[in-house]
C-alpha cells in the first residue's frame, strides 16, 4: 500500500509544541511533505530560531513518522519563521522591516538594564534571528559603548543607515552627540527623536527590535505605547525591595500603555565566589520570581553578578561575544530563549488590545 500524506500528518500530530501546547500539525509547522516509495521528507518550521528543544522535536517527529508501515527513511529539516506578535491598530502602524519590537525597562536606575539589553540582542542574534537596537534612553545614550560603536550615520537618499556591530542593526542618540554634550529636551523633542529612530531609519527584515528604555516611567514609554505596535516589555530588577517596588510600578504602567509584560529578569541575581565557588545572595534572592507571581507575568530567569560582564561592557565586547561559554552567559541565553517563546505564544493569541489614551 502506498503511504499517504494523511498518514504522515497523524503520525506527527504526537509531538506538540511546548510553549504552545498543541501538535505541530495543526499549528501548520509542517511544511513541503514529500514520499518518495518508503522514504518521507517534510521541513518543521518553527516560530523562533531561539527554540530551546529543536533538536528534541525534531528527534520526536522523526521517530513518529518512522512508526508508520512502510515508512523506511526519514528526512527532517528545521527552519523558524518569527510571526508579528501584533499588527497595527489604525493609531499604532507597523513599522517598516520590524516584525516585533520588544522594550527592555526597569522601575529604577542601576539595574544592569542596558547590559541586559545589549546582551539579549546578541543572544537572540546569535540563535540565528536578525536583531537591532534602538537606544531609547535618549538623555544617557550608553549602547554605542557597551558595542563598541563610533560612527557616522549614513543614508540610502530616503533613511537612515542604521549602525552595524556584531550582527545588530542598531540606531542611538550616543551617534549624534559628543561624548560631554549634555541632551537637555522637553517631551516633544524626545517623542519626535523617537519617532525617527522608528520610521526614518531603513530597518532590514528584523525579527525582533530591541528598545533599551530609559529607567522609570515617562515620555519614552508614553511614545512607545502610544505610536507603535509593541510586542511587549521585560522588566528587569534585582532582588532587593527598592527595586522590586519601582518594577512593580514599571509592569503597571505599561498595563495602563497595553503592552504586555512578556517576563520579569532578576539581574545581579547572586554572586559566585571566584576563589570558593560559594554562592553569595549579595542583594537578597527570589525577588524577581515572587513577584512575577503576584503580578501574574512570566518569569524569564535568573543572571548573576558577574565581574565580565562589566567588562564587557565597558570594552565595548560583551559578554555573548567575549565569553559565550560562561555560566552567566548561558543564563542570559536562556532569558533569551523565554523572551523569544513569550513572543511566539503572544503571536498565536490573537489578542487585539484596544490602545487606552493617557491623560
Request: with cysteine; net charge negative; proline share 6%.
Amino acid at each position: 500500500m502506498a503511504l499517504e500524506h494523511a498518514d504522515i500528518l497523524r503520525a506527527l500530530t504526537v509531538v506538540q509544541d511546548p510553549d504552545l501546547h498543541r501538535d505541530i500539525v495543526s499549528l501548520g509547522f509542517i511544511k513541503d511533505l514529500a514520499v518518495n516509495g518508503d522514504a518521507v521528507s517534510f521541513t518543521i518550521e518553527l516560530t523562533t530560531p531561539a527554540c530551546p528543544v529543536k533538536d528534541q522535536m525534531r528527534d520526536q517527529a522523526r521517530a513518529a513518522v518512522l512508526q508508520v508501515p512502510g515508512v523506511a527513511r526519514v528526512d527532517v529539516t528545521m527552519t523558524a519563521q518569527v510571526r508579528h506578535a501584533i499588527s497595527g491598530d489604525g493609531t499604532r502602524q507597523p513599522v517598516d522591516g520590524v516584525k516585533n519590537i520588544i522594550a527592555v525597562g526597569a522601575g529604577k536606575g542601576g539595574v544592569g538594564k542596558t547590559t541586559l539589553s545589549v546582551n539579549l540582542a546578541l543572544a537572540l542574534a546569535k540563535s540565528g534571528s536578525r536583531v537591532g537596537m534602538i537606544d531609547g534612553d535618549i538623555y544617557g545614550p550608553n549602547v554605542p559603548i557597551m558595542l563598541g560603536l563610533q560612527t557616522q550615520l549614513g543614508t540610502d537618499g530616503q533613511k537612515i543607515i542604521p549602525a552595524e556591530k556584531f550582527g545588530l542593526q542598531v540606531i542611538s542618540m550616543g551617534f549624534l552627540a559628543t561624548d560631554d554634550s549634555p541632551i537637555i529636551w522637553r517631551g516633544p523633542m524626545l517623542h519626535s527623536a523617537l519617532q525617527q529612530f522608528f520610521r526614518e531609519v531603513r530597518w532590514l527584515d528584523l525579527d525582533y527590535l530591541i528598545v533599551d528604555m530609559p529607567p522609570g516611567t515617562g515620555d519614552v514609554a508614553l511614545t512607545l505605547g502610544q505610536t507603535v505596535p509593541v510586542a511587549g516589555a521585560v522588566l528587569v530588577t534585582t532582588p532587593q525591595q527598592v527595586s522590586l517596588a519601582d518594577t512593580r510600578r514599571a509592569i503597571a504602567m505599561y498595563r495602563k500603555l497595553n503592552i504586555p509584560t512578556l517576563g520579569i529578569v532578576e539581574n545581579m541575581s547572586y554572586f559566585v565566589c571566584p576563589g570558593c565557588q560559594k554562592e553569595s545572595d549579595i542583594f537578597g534572592t527570589g525577588g524577581g520570581a515572587r513577584l512575577s507571581e503576584s503580578m501574574t507575568v512570566p518569569f524569564l530567569g535568573t543572571v548573576p553578578l558577574y565581574q565580565p560582564i562589566r567588562e564587557g561592557g565597558d570594552s565595548g565586547i560583551p559578554l555573548m561575544i567575549s565569553d559565550s561559554d560562561s555560566p552567566a552567559a548561558k543564563a542570559i541565553a536562556a532569558v533569551a530563549e523565554k523572551l523569544a517563546a513569550q513572543v511566539s505564544i503572544a503571536s498565536y493569541a490573537k489578542t487585539t488590545i484596544p490602545l487606552t489614551l493617557v491623560q
